[in-house]
């Protein structure tokens, strides 16, 4: 018997990788200058006026309007600013009203997201859903006057009045924002959780509220940006002057010392600090929520 050897070919030896960092890392390197050159322009933007609002804040009466630095910089212009304004007394106010429309805000909001969003194969439900939708898209100062005119009537041209405006007006935007997210969510549990029982309104409160956790962080946010910083609706809505937020106090500030325009900075300057930290530190929750809720 004769046996046949099969030459068996060597086996190339993997070639060595090239040294030092990924392809992939070393293209990350890559930097789009002309975007980066857009963006930096465009912070000019935002970056300009507030250097100009901190720098007027600082200097005397006789140098404001100038873009150069203060010859003596006047700390004292804070001081002067937080008792003009009643700046605690202001700062409550705005603070309860603003508390009141966030919490108020989740309650019921992201519960009509949760019905709407379960119950858009019905034409009422798609109704609804477009019609809050179009409520975006109405111009504010249409509304001003009627609603003015209704909370006077209805007796609400007060904090209670201005808590129930928030809640309301800003119900389109918070649906459009949760409605992507619930859909997203497996139906599945919600139906694990009828077959032992649970009626709609556990299951929303134990189910999906925890799980809407970055939207409802996006809707507080947001809310709270507007409720804080908003002119316009405590403008026509509170009667009480004792009731009044930040920006209603600047406003009178403003009229009665228009020739003190540090003064005046200086109180815009501290009315906006507590939501500049707020946001700073909670910036990643409203941009990933509203990716969330935007993208199912």
Known sequence: MTTTTVATKPVAEPSA??????EKFRKDRNVNWWLTAAVAVLSLTVLVPLYFTVVTALKTPSEAGTFGLPSTWEWHNFVDAWNKVNYPKAALNSAIITVCAVVLTLLTNTFVAYAVARNMD?????FLYYFFLAMMFVPFTVIML?????MGTLH??????LIVLYTILGIGTNLFIAIGFIRSIPISLEEAARIDGASTWRIFWTIIFPLMGPINATIAILTALWAWNDFLLPLITLTDQSNQTIPLAQYVFQSQFTSNYPMAFASYLMAMAPVLIVYVFAQKWVVGGVMRGAVK
């Open 146 to 150: 009627p609603i003015a005119k209704q």
């Open 17 to 22: 990788k090239p040294q030092g960092r990924p």
């Open 156 to 161: 609400l041209d007060n904090q209670l009045g």
């Open 122 to 126: 019905k034409r009422f439900f798609r």
